[in-house]
């Protein structure tokens, strides 16, 4: 007797999400509570369980198809999964014989690879089957195939003239296009970033921050707080906690419209950015202002983990009163960044170059920063983003304000 897999319940408000990946495939062995199926929702992905153990029956939906809360995606079967899918049942031996080696490459090595990673796979050319997965269960992420395609011997290209034969149409000169539906996260992140274009008005303020006590600091300290804390020491405990100390005094750039009221917070609930083989994912760090820098960095370091793995909670990146948002790990110089509404403001960090500035009437070289603010200028005044960012920078020139809260 077959055993139903429904869609579980995703969460507070989230009636659909879509399926993002088969982990199990028909006629595989299943262990119950083993992940079956990934589900993207609007903001994480949530794995599916299976109810029981038995042997992976039919799909009942196919990767990229809309799937609401209760709905049926497939069955288990009872068996031990032990013959692997008695190979679609009953072709003659000879016509099996002749289906398989082509069958095999195409259909199970592309049916374990999520949508991303199948179009990294196509854009970068590398073959899945010589790539070591790095995610979950051994899963391959995109980053394994970025890292892949990175280290192809030159000799590579040589062996692309293969494919020609199939690429019938040379009148296209070669040139390809290729549709892929966006994910739910995806069209989530951009549907959100357009409201908050039409409905905040957005401005950003800039400043810069000498880095060389923060530098210094972590140069001095970081062997000895990675050997009591369990955790690197990286630069985001520093700005968490200095942008902390600016908030209470700019109270408004920790607040938010709500209607025709201002909602002030008097906690401060700091949302990260963090890398996620799906996109960028905004968890929040809880009261960080209650925080030392070692639980900042141990929470930072736990929310990066477990957004590669995929294994955020959906009510972690709920709330959040101010984000911070660091592009300069990829290596951006400036940008302007968008509000993650309700909040009404974010703070961008970019990388740290060195600089000639002037100190005491000399000009030397000092390793630079810029920040940048944006905010929702309906409740924050420039007065008071100035002012928050030169509390920041404050901040971080002299760490020392951190201990005693100046």
């Not at 070692?294 to 370091?301: H, L, W």
């Amino acid at each position: 007797m077959a055993t139903e897999i429904l869609v579980p319940v995703l969460g507070e408000s989230i009636t659909e999400a879509t399926l993002g990946e088969w982990l199990k495939q028909p006629g595989e062995a299943v262990a119950a509570d083993e992940p079956i199926a990934s589900l993207e929702t609007d903001k994480v992905s949530v794995e599916v369980p299976a109810p029981v153990a038995g042997v992976m029956g039919a799909h009942a939906v196919a990767v990229g198809d809309t799937v609401n809360v209760g709905a049926l995606i497939g069955t288990i079967e009872a068996g031990d999964g032990a013959a692997p899918a008695p190979a679609a049942a009953a072709p003659a031996p000879a016509a099996a014989a002749q289906q398989a080696p082509a069958a095999e490459p195409a259909g199970e090595a592309a049916a374990a690879l999520s949508p991303a990673v199948r179009r990294a796979v196509l854009e970068h050319g590398v073959d899945p089957a010589t790539i070591t997965g790095t995610g979950r269960d051994g899963r391959i992420t995109k980053e394994d195939v970025v890292a892949a395609a990175s280290s192809k011997p030159a000799t590579a290209p040589a062996a692309t003239p293969a494919p020609a034969p199939a690429a019938a149409p040379a009148s296209t000169g070669g040139r390809k296009e290729e549709r892929v539906r966006m994910t739910r996260l995806r069209q989530t992140v951009a549907r959100r970033l357009k409201d908050a274009q039409n409905t905040a008005a957005l401005l950003t303020t800039f400043n810069d921050v000498d880095m060389t006590a923060v530098i210094e600091a972590r140069t001095k300290y970081k062997d000895l707080f990675e050997k009591k804390h369990g955790v690197r020491l990286g630069f985001m405990g520093f700005f968490v906690k200095a942008a902390c100390m600016a908030l209470k005094d700019i109270p408004a750039v920790n607040g938010q419209i709500d209607g025709d009221e201002i909602v002030y917070h008097d906690y401060a609930d700091i949302s990260v950015a963090v890398s996620a083989p799906q996109g960028l994912v905004v968890p929040v760090i809880r009261d960080a202002d209650q925080m030392s820098v070692a639980q900042v960095e141990k929470t930072i370091g736990d929310f990066g983990k477990r957004a590669k793995d995929g294994t955020l909670k959906m009510e972690e990146m709920k709330g959040g009163t101010f984000t911070i948002s660091n592009g300069g790990v990829f290596g951006s110089l400036m940008s302007t960044p968008i509000i993650n509404p309700p909040q009404s403001a974010v703070l961008g960090l970019h990388r740290i170059e060195d600089r000639p500035v002037v100190r005491d009437g000399q000009i030397v070289i000092r390793p630079m920063m810029y920040l940048a603010l944006s905010y929702d200028h309906r409740l924050i005044d420039g007065r008071e983003a100035v002012t928050f960012l030169v509390a920041l920078k404050n901040a971080i020139e002299d760490p020392t304000r951190l201990l005693i809260d100046l």
